[in-house]
């Protein structure tokens, strides 16, 4: 379980911008410690904990990059055609054997150990071959298609560091250089809740007054793009005292709490309160919109993260906030949230002094990509997300935004 100070951050204002909670976040939360072995073909997506260094060259011998033959470049003639007799073969998987006799090619596979003493490669389609005699063409360069050992990484070079979130490309190297698993750091137990005796869990039946709960399922399936171990702790009733006796007890069960709800200033809202009741309220509202009511508290050594309770404003929090603690956590390397720049096809006023979030549609253009804003910007209307293709982010110095400015734009496809 995480252990943080009540006193291990330091913020005095009462609206905290973006930048400034995520500095908070990833300069005062330390990586949890421990690790373990994870095996190549469940290391997607975990957390390297040691440097990988190459314990051999890669690829481990010279090799031949195409199928043709191999010879020595100094038995071709400064230009014109050359005739070379042919002696050999050989395939990926068999030892190179004796050493090239000058004047010979030998037939060559892609990937198979180039003979001792030859250095070039000409590719198969290239070369006019008549019985045993192979035809040539001129201006072919020493080397050419051919594999050096070592060409991809050479033996003791950094191949992964530390802190690399691991995807595909990153275990087929590890697989390369022989690593049956890797030393991963152990996944943050993070339990999620929502609040607010208007919930009911879906299957279940709505009262006269209620509506189903979203967020702790929207929030669940986000940290399962983590390397984290997410827990569905169920919904917290509208009492102060029962809200305060469950995050309490989580507190020392989890690495982590996330809660929807509950963190604005109204008289049923008693998750902020529970946080400065059982230890210390971090910060409370951000220069955000939608997601201005969040809250960051440490109980019992805990970090305890507040959303608000509206489903598009505690996605784009979590993004923001949630996103980039559970990652330090884990002791990965800072990942910014993907973004691309599109070219507005609307036109919007805003506020200065905060980041505000847009729902939009991305369609071609003729250069850069067409940002549609969705006319919905209720931070209630989840399905406002699901007819959009990305975020169009508006900083904090901006005030308006006119057709054919550029904008940033981020697309679900990555961020979710």
């Known amino acids: 379980m995480a252990q943080l100070s009540d006193d291990c951050f330091a913020f005095g204002g009462t609206l905290l911008s973006v930048e400034a909670a995520a500095a908070l976040i990833t300069g005062r939360v330390p990586p949890l410690p421990g690790q373990e072995l994870a095996p190549l073909a469940a290391a997607r997506g975990r957390v390297l904990a040691q440097d990988l260094h190459a314990p051999h060259p890669l690829p481990p011998f010279f090799n031949s990059a195409v199928d043709g033959y191999a010879f020595r470049h100094a038995d071709l003639p400064p230009g014109g055609e050359s005739c070379l007799a042919l002696a050999g073969r050989l395939a990926a998987g068999q030892a190179a054997g004796a050493p090239l006799a000058p004047g010979t090619a030998c037939r060559i596979l892609t990937g198979a150990p180039m003979p001792p003493g030859a250095d070039t490669v000409m590719m198969q389609e290239d070369i006019r071959l008549e019985g045993s005699v192979l035809h040539l063409p001129a201006g072919l360069k020493r080397g050419a298609n051919c594999r050096p050992a070592g060409e991809d990484v050479p033996q003791g070079a950094l191949a992964l560091a530390a802190g690399t979130r691991l995807n595909p490309a990153h275990v087929g190297l590890a697989a390369a250089l022989g690593q049956p698993a890797l030393a991963v750091r152990r996944r943050p137990r993070i339990g999620v809740f929502s609040t607010g005796d208007e919930l009911a869990p879906p ?73 400065e009741g059982q230890g210390r309220l971090v910060f409370w509202r951000l220069a955000l919109k939608p997601g201005r009511p969040a809250a960051m508290g440490i109980v019992r050594g805990t970090p305890v993260l507040g959303l608000p309770g509206n489903p598009v404003a505690a996605i784009v929090t979590f993004l923001h906030l949630a996103r980039p603690l559970a990652l330090q956590l884990c002791g990965a390397a800072p990942e910014p949230l993907p973004r691309f720049v599109a070219e507005a096809a609307f036109a919007h006023r805003k506020k200065a002094g905060r980041r505000e979030y847009l729902r939009v549609t991305l369609t071609a253009g003729g250069g850069l990509p067409l940002a549609r804003k ?43």
């Open 203 to 275: 299957g279940g039946r709505l009262g006269p007054a209620q509506t189903f709960d979203s967020n702790r399922f929207s929030l669940l399936a986000l940290l399962a793009g983590l390397p984290v171990e997410p827990v569905d702790l169920g919904i917290l009733p509208d009492r102060a005292e029962a809200t305060a006796a469950a995050l309490r007890e989580a507190a020392t069960a989890h690495d982590m709490l996330l809660t929807s709800g509950g963190v604005s200033a109204g008289e049923e809202d008693h998750v902020r309160a529970a946080i």
């Open 374 to 416: 969705d006319p919905r910007e209720g931070a209630g209307l989840l399905s406002s997300l699901t007819g959009s293709d990305a975020f169009a982010e508006l900083p904090e110095d901006c005030t308006a935004i006119a057709p054919g400015e550029r904008v940033a734009v981020l697309p679900f496809t990555a961020i979710f």
